[in-house]
Nanobody, 123 residues
């Protein structure tokens, strides 16, 4: 599975973005998908995940209420809607696919990774 994250950009505080993760090579409709982010000089951290049918999702505490993960298995895509962006949201955002239908917040739970999309929030 090859994953490609897109939709990032340079935005202002309070703006919204919708990130997209597209899979190619094979479907990831049977697999959980996670979003992670990595700021310069920092570790890659969990942001959100969604189970294979989309009925179960989880979020890192600091993004709850602002981030929403969703998926369209017919299109082989997963989305991350980000509202009320803050400067501390600035990072490269990665999507990743697990080998199982459910996955949590651990980097090790995800097998396939996209190359990331940059989100920069100016104050």
């Amino acid at each position: 599975v090859q994953l490609q994250a897109s939709g990032g950009g340079l935005v202002q505080t309070g703006d919204s973005l919708r990130l997209s993760c597209a899979a190619s090579g094979r479907t990831f409709s049977n697999n959980a998908v996670g979003w992670f982010r990595q700021a310069p000089g920092k570790e890659r951290n969990f942001v959100a995940s969604i189970a294979w049918r989309g009925g179960t999702s989880s979020y890192e505490d600091s993004v709850k209420g602002r981030f929403t993960v969703s998926r369209d298995n017919a299109k082989n895509r997963v989305y991350l809607q980000i509202n009320s962006l803050k400067p501390e949201d600035t990072a490269v955002y990665y999507c990743a696919s697990a080998l199982r239908p459910y996955a949590g917040s651990g980097v090790h739970e995800y097998r396939y990774w996209g190359q990331g999309t940059q989100v920069t929030v100016s104050s």
